[in-house]
Each structure stands twice: as C-alpha cells, then as structure tokens.
C-alpha cells in the first residue's frame, strides 16, 4: 500500500464512530523499516488547505484495522 491510497482512507475511531479526518502524513521508523505514527488533518477546518501542521497524531498501535475505504483506530480524545 503507498501512502498516496493510504491519503484516501477516512480514519474513523471506534470509541464514538466519529470520523476523525484522513491521513495527511506518517513517521516511519528508518532503522526498523515500520510505521510508527499516523498524522491525521481534520476535515472539518476552513482553512485546512493551508494548514501544514496535523491536527492528530496516532500511533501505529493505536490503529485497529486498515480496510479498503476507511482505517479504524481506538483512541481516546
């Protein structure tokens, strides 16, 4: 999976069933060769477009289960 097919994923958290936004960016672990956190960007802001910065950060752990239209995660915010 690339990370421009990841981008297009709606990251839902299954403690409310809110969508919480799509994935805008990862950190990845260069000496393990493994994701290590996912940077959501919400889309609920206006002026998202020029906003660099992520609005979430979730850890890899945290991630529940990757399907073909959307990520599910378990956190609590």
């Known amino acids: 999976m690339t990370l421009s097919e990841l981008k297009c994923k709606d990251v839902i958290n299954i403690r409310d069933c809110k969508k919480l936004g799509r994935v805008c960016d990862l950190e990845l672990d260069e000496c393990k060769g ?19 910065e992520p609005d ?22």
């Open 34 to 52: 493994c994701i290590c956190k996912i940077m959501v960007r919400c889309d609920k802001k206006f002026m998202n477009f020029f906003n660099c």
């Open 56 to 77: 979430l950060v979730i850890c890899y752990k945290d991630i529940r289960q990757i399907g073909p239209d959307i990520i599910l995660v378990d956190i609590n915010c």
